[in-house]
């Protein structure tokens, strides 16, 4: 029962950090992701020039990081706390 416990909390930590390693491959690379980020962009603001649009692009590339990382900061905090208060109430 403990470890369907703890898998309960860890697998969620062990598949993102599979999400994580898929989005470091070419098919979140700049030339994939102007396919669609870069025309939403030009829809929502058509007065910016292209250069401005690369540059919301690779912000919005770079911010989703920041995002990603922090997902996974809150899932590896879950996770040893749940752990860290099994190995407390079982005295070890």
Same mark, same amino acid.
């Given at each position: @029962? %403990?470890?369907?416990? %703890?898998?309960?909390?860890?697998?969620? &930590?062990?598949?993102? @950090? $599979? =999400?994580? =390693?898929?989005? +470091?491959? !070419? &098919?979140? +690379?700049?030339e994939h992701t102007s396919r669609f980020i870069v025309? =939403? %962009?030009q829809f929502l603001f058509p007065s910016l020039s #292209?250069?401005? &649009?690369? @540059? %919301?692009?690779?912000?919005? *590339?770079? +911010?989703?990081?920041? !995002?990603?990382?922090? =997902?996974? $900061? #809150? #899932? #590896?905090f879950r996770a040893s706390v749940v752990t860290l *208060?099994?190995?407390?109430?079982? !005295? !070890?």
């Open positions: @029962m %403990l470890y369907k416990k %703890l898998l309960k909390y860890w697998l969620p &930590v062990i598949i993102w @950090m $599979g =999400v994580i =390693v898929w989005t +470091s491959t !070419g &098919v979140f +690379s700049y025309p =939403v %962009l #292209l250069d401005h &649009v690369n @540059m %919301l692009h690779e912000l919005i *590339r770079k +911010s989703t990081y920041i !995002g990603i990382y922090f =997902v996974l $900061g #809150l #899932l #590896l *208060r099994k190995n407390n109430a079982s !005295g !070890g």
